[in-house]
């Protein structure tokens, strides 16, 4: 079955530091999507990119957050200057077949940021 | 925009009894509504999902129900098992492609 893969699972991090985070989508699935989890707490809901552009953001995704797909498949979120309360997991999503839509969202395994 | 509230944040039942988590939701303009089960350390998994043109849905021990009038919808899973254990999220979003608003989460214990 086709998977949400993300990259790296762990990675720690100096406050002040830029992170990219990187995921690869279901191959014809159309949204992409990035979570976050704070230990312990909601998934929240960062950003949603379709089309090669935001279609979405919330109030979280500031500045200092971007989002790329720099080629066909990888879908990256960007974190410029790390601070101690973007530490989290980081869940990238991809839903919508070209086929159909199911709804469903499918989740890669993701990224634990730490920062220090 | 859209806020979703689930209850109880936690939940112990016995093996075998029934669970029933409830969420509310805000936006008249939803109309999908999944649930998510997350293990320790795991990423969400859909265990289920209900679209608002129907108001019941039923997957072996686990059910969702849905009231649009009352903007509420319930998960019940029957016959429990230790394996059940896990946090559980309901969510909600518009159509295709838009954001799923998630809840805060039920800690579902089941004791064996």
């Known amino acids: 079955e086709p998977e949400v893969t993300q990259t790296p699972s762990h990675q720690v991090t100096q406050m002040g530091q830029e992170v990219i985070l990187r995921c690869v989508p279901i191959s014809n699935h159309l949204y992409f999507y990035w979570y976050r989890q704070i230990l312990g707490q909601k998934v929240e809901f960062l950003v949603s990119?379709?089309?090669?552009?935001?279609?979405?953001k919330s109030e979280i995704f500031d500045d200092q957050f971007s989002v790329e797909r720099p080629d066909g498949s990888n879908f990256t979120l960007k974190i410029r200057s790390t601070k101690l309360e973007d530490s989290a997991m980081y869940f990238c999503?991809?839903?919508?077949?070209?086929?159909?839509?199911?709804?469903?969202?499918?989740f890669g395994e993701g990224s634990r940021l730490t920062v220090l | 925009g859209e806020n979703v509230e689930q209850h109880p944040s936690t939940l112990s039942v016995q093996e075998g009894d029934s669970a029933v988590i409830k969420c509310t939701y805000s936006d008249s303009a939803s109309n999908y509504f999944p649930w998510y089960k997350q293990e320790l350390g795991k990423r969400p998994q859909l265990i289920i999902d209900i679209r608002s043109n129907v108001g019941e849905k039923k997957d072996q021990r686990i059910a969702v129900t849905l009231n649009k009038t009352a903007k509420h919808f319930s998960l019940h899973i029957t016959e429990t098992q230790p394996e059940d254990s896990a946090v559980y999220f309901c969510?909600?979003?518009?159509?295709?492609?838009?954001?799923?608003?998630f809840g805060a989460g039920t800690i579902l214990r089941v004791k064996s």
């Open positions: 999503a991809s839903s919508v077949s070209s086929g159909s839509w199911t709804g469903e969202l499918f």
């Open positions: 969510a909600a979003s518009r159509e295709y492609g838009n954001k799923l608003v």
């Open positions: 990119f379709y089309n090669n552009e935001i279609s979405e």
